[in-house]
C-alpha cells in the first residue's frame, strides 16, 4: 500500500532527492565509490558545495552581502550561536512556541532579553500582534513557524532592528524578501535534506560588533571564510539537499511551491472545518501554518481519537500523531508532499465521518 | 577499474555498511519509506540509536559508569565542548599535529593551557615522551593518531588526571582500555560512518565541576540525559555506524581488526623501507601510524612526486596525495581498507620502481 509521510520532521523529501541520493551511494560522480566514503576536499564535492550555494542564492534572490553556509549541529546549535554572534547587550525576541522558548533560554546566557511578545497564554495558538521592538536591541528573534503549534508568520516582518529567523520549517515554501533579513537559519530536515545539516542565509556586516571571544566553531566567520568546509561537513545531507534545490528549481521555484502549499493546506483546512467530527486547534485563519496542519477531534468526539490514529495508519498514513503539548493530530504538508496525499487524507478523514454517522 | 580508497577521510567504509545504508535508503525497517525522510523518534530508528549504543559497549568493552553519545558538529565543536564542560582552572594537553594544536587554541579560551610536551619541533614526525603532567590540571588531552603526520600512541596512557582522547581516526582499530580514559571522542569518518556524526565516550562522574554556565546543546549532560536525542540527531550516519558497528562484530571485533590492520600498515611500511624511490616520514618505527602511513620520494628521486602520483592514479590508487604540511604521499588503511588494496599499492609502487631502474 502507498504510505503517506506526515510526519513532522524528519519528514518527506522528493523522490527525486531519494533516488539521486541512492545513486550517488552506489557512485558518486563517476569517481567509483559512494558518496558515504569521498573526501569532502575533493573537487566533485566542492562542486555540490558551490552548486547548493548557488542555487540557493539564485532561488531565494539574495542579494549581494549575503553568505550561505552549511553547519553541523542542527538549529538548536543556532540557539546559542546566534547570541553569542550577535548579542552585545540586549536583545529582543517573540516567544511563538517550544523552539523560541529554548532559543530565549540560550540568549539569556549572553545579556539581556526582551520577550516582546509572547502567545504563551494561549498553548501558542496565534501569533502576537502589535508588540514593540526596543530600537536598541542588538537584533529581533523570531520562529517563522512553529511546528508543534502550527502557526506560522507568513508575512516578511518590518523591524528597526536587525532581523534574525528561525525558518527550520517553512524555508522554501514562499518567496521570502531576504533584504529584510540579518540572519536565516534552520535545520534541513523538513523542506531541504535529511537531518544533519543547517543551513545559515547571513547578512556579512552583520558580524564583528561584539566584544566576546568566541570559539572557532561558533563563530559563523570561521565558517563563511572557509565556504563551509573549515571542517568536515555533512556530506551526505549537503548533496541531497543539492538535489532538493534542483527539484525545486524544476518545479517552478518558490512561487510556484507558495501556490501548490496554498492549495494543498487550503483542501486539508476547509476539510477540518467541514467536517463534523474535527476542528482545527488554531482560530486564526491568517495564523494558520501551511506547513503543519493541527486538529483535534470536535466537542463529543473525543473518544474517537485513537480508533482515527489507527484507522488513517490502516489507511497507509504515517506520522499523524500531534505533538504531545497540543494532541490530537498533525499534517505536516511540507513541500515534497502531493496534493494527492492531501487528498487521500481528506477521503480518509469522510470515510471515517461516514461509519461514524 | 576496481578502486582502492586511500583518502583520509571521509574514507572507505565496509561494503556490507554500503548497501545496508543502499537498501534502508529504498526502504527503512520495512516502514515504506525511505532512511531520508523518517521520524528520528519512530520506534524503528529509536531501536537503531539503542542498537549502536549496544554495540559501542560491547565492541569496546565500556565498563559501567560511562555513557556513549552521538553528536553532530564534528570532532572541532569538542574541541570547545571539553573546555566548556571540564576546564575549571588548568587543563594539560599534549601538541601532537595540527587537530591537538587547534584543541589547545580553543582549550585557551577557558583557563590556563599546561602543553606538556610537543613535537612541533620536528614538523610532528614523533610521539613526544616523558614529559611530566602536572597533578592539579582538571584533565590531560590527547590526539591519538595524528592523520596529518602518520604518528599514532599505539598504548593506553597512565595519567594521575583525567585522560580525554581524540581517537578521531583510530578508534575500533585495536583494543582500548576504557577505564584509562574519560572522555574519549571523535568524529565517525574514518573508522565508523560517513560524515555527519561525532561519538563521544564519557564516564558520567567527570561532569558537573566546572562553574560556568554553559549553552544547553553544548553540555554534554544535555545529550546523556536525553540519549542522543535532545535535538534531531544526524539519522543517517547513525544507521550507517550501527552497519559498521556490525560488519566488524562479525569480523571478530577489535582484537582481530588489530591484528589485520597490522598485518596491512607491516605490509607497506616494510616495502616503503625495502624499495629505493620512497622513504618513511616517521623515523621511529614505534611511532608510525597503523592508520595513516606518510611517505616521500627517496634522496634523488624528488622529481617523480607527481609522476608516481599520476601513476598511481591510472592503477585506481585514490586520495594517496599527501596533506601540503608533510607533501609527498599518504595512504590510510582505515578498518574497511581490504588486504588485497594495500598489496595493489605494494605493486604500483614495485611496478613504478621498475620503470625508474
Redesign the interface.
Known amino acids: 500500500?502507498k504510505?503517506h509521510?506526515f510526519?513532522?520532521?524528519?519528514?518527506?523529501?522528493p523522490d527525486y532527492?531519494?533516488e539521486n541520493?541512492?545513486e550517488a551511494?552506489?557512485d558518486f560522480a563517476g569517481?567509483?565509490?559512494?558518496?558515504?566514503?569521498?573526501?569532502?576536499r575533493?573537487k566533485q564535492f566542492v562542486a555540490v558545495v558551490d552548486e547548493a550555494v548557488a542555487l540557493f542564492k539564485e532561488l531565494l534572490q539574495i542579494p549581494e552581502g549575503y553568505s550561505v553556509i552549511f553547519?553541523?549541529?542542527?538549529?538548536?546549535?543556532q540557539?546559542?550561536m546566534i547570541p553569542?554572534n550577535l548579542l552585545g547587550k540586549k536583545a529582543a525576541y517573540l516567544n511563538t512556541g517550544e523552539w523560541a522558548t529554548?532559543a530565549i533560554?540560550?540568549a539569556k546566557?549572553f545579556g539581556e532579553v526582551s520577550v516582546v511578545g509572547s502567545s504563551e497564554d494561549k498553548n501558542f495558538n496565534y501569533i502576537p500582534r502589535g508588540y514593540e521592538i526596543p530600537a536598541d536591541a542588538d537584533y529581533f528573534h523570531i520562529t517563522t513557524n512553529n511546528t508543534i503549534y502550527g502557526t506560522e508568520i507568513l508575512e516578511d516582518l518590518d523591524s528597526p532592528v536587525p532581523l534574525v529567523a528561525d525558518m527550520s520549517s517553512d524555508i522554501f515554501s514562499r518567496p521570502i524578501d531576504i533584504s529584510k533579513y540579518a540572519i536565516i537559519y534552520g535545520?534541513a530536515?523538513k523542506n531541504l535534506a535529511?537531518?544533519?545539516?543547517t543551513f545559515v542565509i547571513i547578512k556579512n556586516d552583520i558580524l564583528g560588533k561584539v566584544e566576546r571571544?568566541i570559539?572557532?566553531?561558533?563563530k559563523y566567520s570561521t565558517h563563511i571564510s572557509k565556504e563551509s568546509m573549515?571542517?568536515?561537513?555533512?556530506?551526505?545531507?549537503i548533496f541531497?539537499a543539492l538535489q532538493t534545490l534542483k527539484w525545486l528549481k524544476n518545479m517552478g521555484g518558490v512561487a510556484e511551491m507558495e501556490k501548490i502549499n496554498i492549495r494543498k493546506a487550503s483542501l486539508l483546512y476547509d476539510e477540518i472545518e467541514r467536517n463534523s467530527l474535527f476542528k482545527a486547534t488554531i482560530p486564526a485563519k491568517e495564523d494558520r501554518s501551511r506547513m503543519n496542519v493541527c486538529f483535534v477531534m470536535n466537542e463529543g468526539f473525543e473518544q474517537f481519537e485513537k480508533e482515527f490514529n489507527d484507522f488513517a495508519t490502516e489507511h497507509?498514513m504515517?506520522?499523524l500523531k500531534g505533538h504531545r503539548s497540543v494532541g490530537g493530530f498533525r499534517a505536516s504538508l511540507y513541500n515534497a508532499m502531493p496534493y494527492e496525499s492531501v487528498e487521500a487524507l481528506v477521503a480518509v478523514m469522510q470515510k471515517f465521518e461516514n461509519l461514524k454517522k
Chains 1, 2 share one sequence.
Not at 569517481?31 to 569532502?40: F, R, V
Not at 553547519?71 to 546549535?77: E, I, K, P, R, V
Not at 535529511?194 to 545539516?197: S, T
Open positions: 500500500m504510505k509521510n510526519y513532522a520532521g524528519p519528514s518527506i523529501l532527492t531519494i541520493t541512492i551511494l552506489k569517481m567509483g565509490l559512494s558518496l558515504l566514503e569521498i573526501s569532502h575533493s553547519l553541523g549541529g542542527g538549529a538548536s546549535l540557539f546559542c553569542y529554548k533560554k540560550e546566557m535545520g530536515q535529511p537531518a544533519g545539516v571571544s570559539p572557532t566553531m561558533l573549515f571542517n568536515t561537513p555533512p556530506v551526505l545531507p541531497a497507509g504515517i506520522g
